[in-house]
């Protein structure tokens, strides 16, 4: 946390590194279908999971859309440990 106060201090300063203003983190890569089936559901029940609806679950998987980086991550999460669901 210190490392990005000093960064936005120095860039306050116009004392920034070029380098130190592009970072970003990166998501990891997901299969929409794939985890879904993994839990054995519906697009309907993992929409509403995710909140969103069976369509926008439909359109990823197609390849017509993707994921928000919000959906992502809580699709990453869900992943890597099932028990999410139940509190979920």
Do not use: Y
Not at 18 to 39: F, G, H, M, Q, Y
Request: glycine share 6%; net charge positive.
């Amino acid at each position: 946390m210190m490392t990005g106060l000093e960064e936005a201090l120095a860039h306050a300063k116009g004392q920034a590194a070029a380098d130190a203003l592009v970072r970003k983190r990166t998501l990891p890569v997901i299969n929409v279908s794939e985890i879904r089936e993994s839990l054995a559901m519906t697009q309907k029940d993992f929409a509403a999971v995710l909140g969103v609806s069976r369509r926008t679950v439909e359109a990823w998987e197609s390849g017509r859309s993707n994921p928000t980086p919000t959906a992502k991550k809580l699709m990453f999460l869900i992943q890597g440990d099932h028990s999410l669901l139940e509190r979920l």
